[in-house]
């Protein structure tokens, strides 16, 4: 709901979502829905197809079908200006190894044309904690600040979706607090941010609702917070 | 298409930026190439009239071979760290990730072939007195790098990429190499650009078909 008590104008809006791998369907029918300041948690076996869903939205491989795909109330992921408006946090790094922190921002503030790039990503850096290390090549750092890094990369630009593949794996107790107040913080902002995990515990205290995908389809999950 | 030059350029400069940091692609192939180039030192007729009728030949397997270890270590890049999907789920067309490896790898392969033309004429005392060279190298490299990016965004995701890579490619790039080697050796033979004019206009539309193919089906090839 908005604050004039109206419902919220989703953010996301995907109906009808089909994929499949060979003869394997891993998405029959999957419809979501994200509004303003929502943080989905959506979770489900190894394999249910958690990931190939976000890699849909987030546009790196196309539905087989979908009756609706919108981002703002325009069609996306295929269009390049449309994908400005989401950033992605993957179990992976992303993030080139023979680069600093510094010089991978940089090629990513210059291919989503951040203003002030600079700027932005010092004081990124140094919320995350890494601005002493800015300058060192990333495969010296560990799986944990390689993942603070990569979520300023997925950030960086303001983004009004923040999707997010297992997020919490492999991270120390640190990066769980910083990526934990960076999720809080984009929810105040009105960012939309669905978050896949198998462990649904992990993110409760962040979650406005809980969706699971089974069978293809994604249905609503109740958790005692 | 400012735009598209924009990310073009962004992306080149990642791909120097990192080449800087690591020198993986251009020192290896160069190393390999000087090696190749000693060994045939031994293997080949002394005889300067001999070594000059299959100087062109020589020059262009070298390039190919070396150009070959360029095309894996140029996608490899985007392999580590599921860059490729960081990439996919950007604000940029796929036809400018496309470009920028196909000229990265263009780069190293015609910057190759700059140091291994003077070198060969060097070693071997073989007259390399025309201009045309240049040009008619430039358009040889472009064609393999348009075409070598393509089926190594095809091979980069397959356990067996390093094998599967030379085996689709090297039958597909035969019409491109023959035309490279004919042009060249005729302009090695002293001969006028005319007489090997059809050799490049077969490398012209060797280079038109398939950068028009990799712009095409880049998108579809590494989606999939």
């Given at each position: 709901m908005s604050k004039t008590g109206t419902p919220a104008a989703p953010l996301l809006l995907a109906q009808n979502v089909q994929k499949k791998f060979?003869?394997?369907?891993?998405?029959?029918?999957?419809?979501?829905?994200?509004?303003?300041?929502?943080?989905?948690?959506?979770?489900?076996?190894?394999?249910?197809g958690k990931s190939t869903l976000i890699k849909i939205l987030a546009g790196i491989i196309?539905?087989?079908?979908?009756?609706?795909?919108?981002?703002?109330?325009?069609?996306?992921?295929?269009?390049?200006?449309?994908?400005?408006?989401?950033?992605?946090?993957?179990?992976?790094?992303?993030?080139?190894?023979?680069?600093?922190?510094?010089?991978?921002?940089?090629?990513?503030?210059e291919i989503y044309a951040v203003p002030n790039a600079d700027e932005r990503i010092r004081s990124l850096l140094q919320r995350i904690g890494m601005e002493s290390r800015k300058d060192d090549p990333v495969r010296t750092y560990s799986r944990g600040m390689q993942q603070r890094v990569s979520i300023c990369r997925a950030i960086l630009h303001d983004p009004?979706?923040?999707?997010?593949?297992?997020?919490?794996?492999?991270?120390?107790?640190?990066?769980?607090q910083i990526l934990e107040t960076m999720i809080r913080e984009g929810k105040n902002d009105q960012k939309a941010i669905l978050i896949t995990t198998h462990d649904p515990m992990a993110a409760r205290q962040l979650a406005t609702r809980f969706l699971r995908l089974e069978k293809g389809q994604l249905v609503s999950q109740e958790f005692e917070l | 298409m400012k735009l598209f030059l924009h990310d073009l350029i962004a992306l080149i400069k990642k791909d120097l930026s990192i080449e800087k940091h690591t020198r993986e692609i251009f020192l290896v192939m160069l190393i390999f190439a000087l090696s190749i180039l000693f060994i045939l030192n031994f293997a080949l007729d002394t005889e300067v009239k001999a070594r000059s009728s299959g100087a062109a030949g020589l020059i262009w397997?070298?390039?190919?071979?070396?150009?070959?270890?360029?095309?894996?270590?140029?996608?490899?890049?985007?392999?580590q760290g599921n860059m490729l999907e960081a990439l996919l789920a950007a604000p940029i067309s796929r036809t400018?990730?496309?470009?920028?490896?196909?000229?990265?790898?263009?780069l190293g392969m015609y910057g190759m072939a700059l140091v291994i033309f003077p070198l060969y004429s060097i070693f071997y005392n073989t007259p390399l007195n025309s201009a045309h060279i240049l040009w008619i190298s430039a358009l040889g490299c472009w064609g393999y790098a348009a075409l070598g990016v393509l089926i190594?965004?095809?091979?980069?995701?397959?356990?067996?990429?390093?094998?599967?890579?030379?085996?689709?490619?090297?039958?597909?790039i035969i019409p491109l190499i023959v035309a490279a080697v004919k042009s060249t050796g005729a302009i090695f033979q002293g001969e006028t650009i005319g007489t090997a004019m059809p050799w490049i206009s077969q490398l012209i539309a060797f280079n038109v078909i398939f950068t028009a193919i990799g712009m095409i089906s880049f998108e579809y090839i590494v989606e999939e």
């Amino acid at each position: 709901m908005s604050k004039t008590g109206t419902p919220a104008a989703p953010l996301l809006l995907a109906q009808n979502v089909q994929k499949k791998f060979g003869r394997r369907k891993v998405l029959k029918s999957a419809s979501l829905q994200l509004t303003p300041g929502e943080c989905v948690i959506l979770t489900g076996e190894n394999g249910a197809g958690k990931s190939t869903l976000i890699k849909i939205l987030a546009g790196i491989i196309q539905a087989d079908a979908a009756d609706t795909l919108t981002l703002c109330g325009e069609p996306f992921p295929e269009s390049a200006a449309q994908r400005q408006k989401i950033g992605l946090v993957s179990h992976q790094p992303m993030l080139y190894n023979e680069l600093s922190a510094w010089e991978n921002l940089r090629f990513f503030a210059e291919i989503y044309a951040v203003p002030n790039a600079d700027e932005r990503i010092r004081s990124l850096l140094q919320r995350i904690g890494m601005e002493s290390r800015k300058d060192d090549p990333v495969r010296t750092y560990s799986r944990g600040m390689q993942q603070r890094v990569s979520i300023c990369r997925a950030i960086l630009h303001d983004p009004e979706l923040l999707l997010m593949d297992e997020p919490f794996t492999g991270l120390d107790t640190k990066s769980v607090q910083i990526l934990e107040t960076m999720i809080r913080e984009g929810k105040n902002d009105q960012k939309a941010i669905l978050i896949t995990t198998h462990d649904p515990m992990a993110a409760r205290q962040l979650a406005t609702r809980f969706l699971r995908l089974e069978k293809g389809q994604l249905v609503s999950q109740e958790f005692e917070l | 298409m400012k735009l598209f030059l924009h990310d073009l350029i962004a992306l080149i400069k990642k791909d120097l930026s990192i080449e800087k940091h690591t020198r993986e692609i251009f020192l290896v192939m160069l190393i390999f190439a000087l090696s190749i180039l000693f060994i045939l030192n031994f293997a080949l007729d002394t005889e300067v009239k001999a070594r000059s009728s299959g100087a062109a030949g020589l020059i262009w397997v070298i390039l190919v071979i070396s150009g070959q270890l360029s095309l894996n270590q140029i996608m490899n890049l985007e392999k580590q760290g599921n860059m490729l999907e960081a990439l996919l789920a950007a604000p940029i067309s796929r036809t400018a990730i496309y470009f920028s490896k196909a000229i990265t790898c263009f780069l190293g392969m015609y910057g190759m072939a700059l140091v291994i033309f003077p070198l060969y004429s060097i070693f071997y005392n073989t007259p390399l007195n025309s201009a045309h060279i240049l040009w008619i190298s430039a358009l040889g490299c472009w064609g393999y790098a348009a075409l070598g990016v393509l089926i190594s965004a095809m091979t980069i995701q397959t356990r067996m990429r390093d094998i599967l890579l030379p085996i689709l490619f090297f039958p597909v790039i035969i019409p491109l190499i023959v035309a490279a080697v004919k042009s060249t050796g005729a302009i090695f033979q002293g001969e006028t650009i005319g007489t090997a004019m059809p050799w490049i206009s077969q490398l012209i539309a060797f280079n038109v078909i398939f950068t028009a193919i990799g712009m095409i089906s880049f998108e579809y090839i590494v989606e999939e």
